[in-house]
C-alpha cells in the first residue's frame, strides 16, 4: 500500500530559485524520509526526520513534519540545474518491522 | 560507502523464461529487498530478507520468490516471466535495528523488459 503521497507530481522552476515538496501519509510514524532519485538510477537517502522533531536541516534542504496532520514538506532552497531529480518521501511506520513505504514521488525539472 | 550492485542494468527476456535478477553489498547489512518501480505507482516492495535463508513477503510477491543463501546476496527470481513484470527493479539493503539506522542503500536498478 502507498502509504506517501507526494505533491505536486511535477514541478517546474528556474535556477535559484526555491523548490517545495509535500508528502501526506496515513498512519503513526517512527520517522519520514527523503530520497532522491536520477533518471533511471537508484534512490539516495537526502534526510530523515524523527517523530517527536517538528524541522531539520541539511545543507540547502529544510524538511518539516508535522505528526498532527500527517504530513511533510521538503525545501530545496536556490535550487540548480543538477537537483533535477525524483524526489521521494518513505514512512517507517510503527508496527511495520520497519519496512519503509513509498510515496509516488515528485519530479523536480530546474531550468537554466 | 555502501555499495549495493545489481547484475544488469538492462534485461531483456521471453514470456515464460525464469529470470534472475542479483543484487550484492558489502557493507554487512542484515536486511536486503526488492522493490519494483512503475510510472505513477512509486515503489512496491516485493520481498524483504532480515537475515540469511530467511524471507517475508511484501506487497505484491505473486509471481516472484527470492533466495538469500549468503548474507550479502540477496536473489529475485521470476518463475515464468509475463509482460506484465516489465518494471524497473530495485535492491536495497539496510543495517539491523530500526530508527535512525532504518536508511535503505540502493542500487542503481535493473530495467527489466518481459516481449
Known amino acids: 500500500s502507498q502509504q506517501g503521497e507526494e505533491d505536486p507530481q511535477a514541478l517546474s522552476i528556474q535556477e535559484g530559485e526555491n523548490a517545495t515538496m509535500n508528502c501526506s501519509y496515513k498512519?503513526?510514524?517512527?520517522?519520514l524520509q527523503w530520497y532522491r532519485q536520477n533518471s533511471g538510477r537508484g534512490l539516495v537517502h537526502l534526510i530523515l526526520?524523527?517523530?517527536?522533531?517538528r524541522e531539520k536541516h541539511s545543507g540547502r534542504l529544510r524538511v518539516t513534519l508535522d505528526t498532527s496532520k500527517k504530513s511533510s514538506s521538503l525545501l530545496i532552497t536556490a535550487s540548480r540545474a543538477a537537483d533535477t531529480a525524483s524526489y521521494f518521501c518513505?514512512?517507517?511506520?510503527?508496527?511495520?518491522?520497519?519496512?519503509?513505504?513509498f510515496g509516488t514521488g515528485t519530479r523536480l525539472q530546474v531550468t537554466l | 560507502d555502501v555499495k549495493v550492485t545489481q547484475s544488469s542494468r538492462y534485461l531483456v527476456k521471453r514470456t515464460g523464461e525464469k529470470v534472475f535478477l542479483e543484487c550484492v553489498q558489502d557493507?554487512?547489512?542484515?536486511?536486503m529487498f526488492w522493490y519494483r518501480q512503475d510510472p505513477g505507482l512509486g515503489l512496491r516492495l516485493i520481498y524483504f530478507?532480515?537475515?540469511?535463508?530467511?524471507?517475508e513477503k511484501g506487497d505484491i510477491p505473486e509471481g516472484y520468490s527470492v533466495s538469500r543463501e549468503k548474507k550479502e546476496r540477496f536473489s529475485l527470481i521470476l518463475e515464468s516471466a509475463s509482460t506484465n513484470q516489465t518494471s524497473m527493479y530495485l535492491c536495497?539493503?539496510?543495517?539491523?535495528?530500526?530508527?535512525?539506522?532504518?536508511?535503505?542503500?540502493f542500487g542503481a536498478g535493473t530495467r527489466l523488459s518481459v516481449l
Open positions: 498512519t503513526s510514524i517512527n520517522n
Open positions: 557493507m554487512d547489512h542484515e536486511n
Open positions: 536495497a539493503s539496510r543495517p539491523r535495528g530500526g530508527g535512525a539506522k532504518n536508511i535503505q542503500y
Open positions: 526526520i524523527r517523530s517527536n522533531e
Open positions: 530478507s532480515y537475515d540469511v535463508k530467511m524471507k
Open positions: 518513505a514512512t517507517d511506520a510503527t508496527g511495520t518491522a520497519s519496512k519503509l513505504t
